[in-house]
């Protein structure tokens, strides 16, 4: 069955610093890879997804995530990060019947400065 | 832009009421979903719907039904409220048939049950 782990249900960074959140999945199919991100109060919005082509998918607001088929991983990163990019990131993985996503528990994303 | 709207942002319910949380879009999207979310579970897939009349089952049905009586709008139905089914409740939705489309959230309706 299809699952996402992610690694790390909090992580603090300092302003500037790099970002990395962790995403390891289970997928018997090739896999669908997203990540979506949820600002206070607010639904969650797609920041990037992987389908089929380039393993290194950009995304918005300068996340980027690679997709490595080997270590079944699909981590996140940010070069330098900003008070802004305070929020919740899922990972999700779409289901074995592809009509779905299954998301991870969530990692939180702390910024101080 | 897309809009997935939610009718409430708080609702609380005793138990034992049937409860109605209602979610509109407003971009023709064939596909629409709901979810509950709770801390450290992450997000979990109660139902969804590819058309009108139509509804698939998620990982945790039970205790829920649906209704998609119009294309713009998805129902959950809670048809005997319990205190576990207090949680933060998403509505989202998607166009096209395959999943390379990107799911449209609502901001979500925080349930109580008290």
């Known amino acids: 069955a299809q699952s996402v782990t992610q690694l790390g249900s909090h992580v603090s960074v300092s302003e500037g610093a790099l970002v990395l959140l962790r995403c390891n999945y289970s997928?018997?199919?090739?896999?669908?890879l997203f990540w979506y991100v949820q600002y206070p109060n607010q639904g969650l919005q797609l920041l990037l997804k992987?389908?089929?082509?380039?393993?290194l998918v950009k995304g918005i607001n300068g996340f980027e995530a690679e997709f490595k088929k080997s270590e079944t991983s699909f981590h996140l990163t940010k070069p330098s990060a900003h008070m802004s990019d305070a929020a919740e990131y899922f990972c999700?993985?779409?289901?074995?019947?592809?009509?779905?996503?299954?998301f991870g528990k969530g990692t939180t994303l702390s910024v101080s400065s | 832009d897309v809009k997935v709207t939610q009718s409430s942002r708080y609702l609380v319910k005793r138990t034992g009421e049937k409860v109605f949380l209602e979610c509109v879009q407003d971009m023709d999207h064939e596909n629409m979903f709901w979810y509950r979310q709770d801390p450290g579970l992450g997000l979990r897939l109660i139902y969804f719907s590819y058309d009108v009349k139509m509804k698939e089952k998620g990982d945790i049905p039970e205790g829920y039904s649906v209704s998609r009586e119009k294309k713009e709008r998805f129902s959950l139905i809670l048809e005997s409220a319990s205190t576990n089914q207090t949680s933060m409740y998403l509505c989202?939705?998607?166009?096209?048939?395959?999943?390379?489309?990107?799911?449209?959230f609502g901001s979500g309706t925080q349930l109580s049950v008290l």
């Open positions: 997928s018997s199919v090739p896999p669908y």
């Open positions: 989202a939705s998607s166009t096209g048939q395959g999943f390379n489309e990107k799911l449209f």
């Open positions: 999700a993985v779409i289901n074995q019947a592809g009509t779905a996503l299954i």
């Open positions: 992987y389908t089929t082509g380039a393993t």
